[in-house]
Every structure is written in C-alpha cells, then in structure tokens.
C-alpha cells in the first residue's frame, strides 16, 4: 500500500521567511507521480505541481521551488520570503496506481501560518 | 467550461436521513473519484470510478453507495447519514493517460446531527 507523510504537522513563520515543507513517500512502484496543492482558508485546492517519478529534477516557480529525491522518497516543498497570503494548508499527495493512476493518496497536511 | 461542478455547498442533514451530493464534469474525462476530508486527517478516497459503468471502493467506503451512468455525472449517495460522516466532501476527475492532473470540485460541506 502506498504512504504518503507530511509529519509537520502545523508550521509557524513571520513573513519574509523562508520555509520548507516535508513529504516522504512510501511506493512500489517504480512509475508514479507526486503532488503539492495548497487549500486556503475559502477551502478549494488549489494544483501547485505534479512531478513524475523519472523526473529529479528540481523546480522553482517564483517563490516556490520543489526538491525531489528518490533516494531518500521526498519530494519537499520549499517557500522563499513567505508572505501572509500563503497561509493555507498545504497537502502532498502521489497517484495510485492500483487505481490506474484516476486517483491520489494524500498526506494529512501541513497548516502553514504566516504572520506580519 | 465549468470545470468539476459539486451541488450542493453546505447540507445539514438529521441522523438517519439520505441524501445525494451531486458531482457533473464537462471535460469529458473518463476518471472521477470522491474524497471526505476531515480534521487532520488529510483527504481520503471513498470511491472512484475509471469510466461510465465502472466503480470501484477506496479507502473510507462504508456508509456510501455510488454509480456512473454517464460520462458527466458520478453522484455520492448516503443512504442512512450518520454523525461520522459530518466532513467536507470533494469530486474530482482526469482525463485518461497518466500525462493529465486531476481537477477539484469545490467541495460540500456536510454535517449530520
């Protein structure tokens, strides 16, 4: 069965900090795809990425950049100079391929609270 | 193009009452899946299905029936509504093809008393 760990459960930072978030998988399978969506207080998730398993390298998107690691099963979410907007709960998230990849096993989620 | 419709927003429901969360895509994609999130619980499948005629259990099934008879529609079906399942519920769906993201509705609010 596939795992997916975010063991933060809730992060605090003052804005303008930078932050990183964890998620370690457990898989099988050697052909899978992860996730990061953020949900903000108004609830939607929101798709930030999606990353395949025979793709390592890293990504930056603005503010955002992601390191994946095969090695070590993470796939890590880091956020540069944190400001108040990106308070929400942030979900990790890896394609299930028992289900022919039409669904997701998420993590339980990290709130992140950014203050002024 | 609406996208992952989910009807209703917010339902109060009495113990023992059933109801039907409707969920409508216009993408045409063949893949469409329930989830129920609770507090500190992440997001949880409840059921999924790959095509028109064709459902299968995830990991939170008990309590909830589905069916797909078209390609649009995946309604999430409780038959007698219990406490327990007072959660924030969510449809998805993808295309077919593993280079496709999956879009979510915005989800229903649920509480049973």
């Known amino acids: 069965a596939q795992k997916v760990t975010q063991a933060q459960t809730e992060i605090s930072v003052v804005e303008k900090e930078d932050v990183t978030l964890d998620c370690v998988y457990e898989?099988?399978?050697?052909?899978?795809?992860l996730f990061w969506y953020k949900q903000p207080p108004s609830g939607e998730l929101v798709f930030l990425i999606r990353?395949?398993?025979?793709?390592?390298q890293n990504e930056i998107s603005g503010r955002y950049s992601w390191n994946f690691q095969k090695s070590t099963s993470s796939f890590n979410f880091t956020i540069t100079a944190s400001q108040v907007v990106d308070s929400a709960v942030y979900f990790c998230?890896?394609?299930?391929?028992?289900?022919?990849?039409?669904?997701?096993?998420f993590g339980k989620g990290t709130m992140l609270l950014v203050s002024p | 193009n609406a996208g992952v419709t989910q009807t209703p927003k917010f339902q109060v429901l009495k113990t023992g009452q059933s109801m039907t969360l409707q969920c409508a895509q216009d993408?045409?994609?063949?893949?469409m899946s329930w989830y129920r999130q609770d507090p500190g619980m992440g997001l949880r499948l409840i059921h999924y299905?790959?095509?028109?005629?064709?459902?299968d259990q995830g990991e939170v099934p008990n309590g909830y029936n589905v069916s797909r008879s078209t390609t649009e529609d995946f309604p999430l079906r409780l038959l007698s509504a219990a406490p327990s399942q007072t959660s924030v519920y969510f449809c998805?769906?993808?295309?077919?093809?593993?280079?496709?993201?999956?879009?979510f509705g915005s989800g229903t609010r649920l509480t049973v008393v």
């Open positions: 898989t099988r399978d050697t052909t899978y795809y």
């Open positions: 993408m045409n994609h063949e893949y």
């Open positions: 998230a890896l394609s299930d391929p028992n289900s022919g990849y039409s669904t997701l096993t």
């Open positions: 299905s790959v095509g028109a005629g064709i459902t």
């Open positions: 998805a769906s993808r295309r077919q093809g593993v280079n496709y993201g999956y879009t």
């Open positions: 990353r395949n398993s025979f793709d390592e």
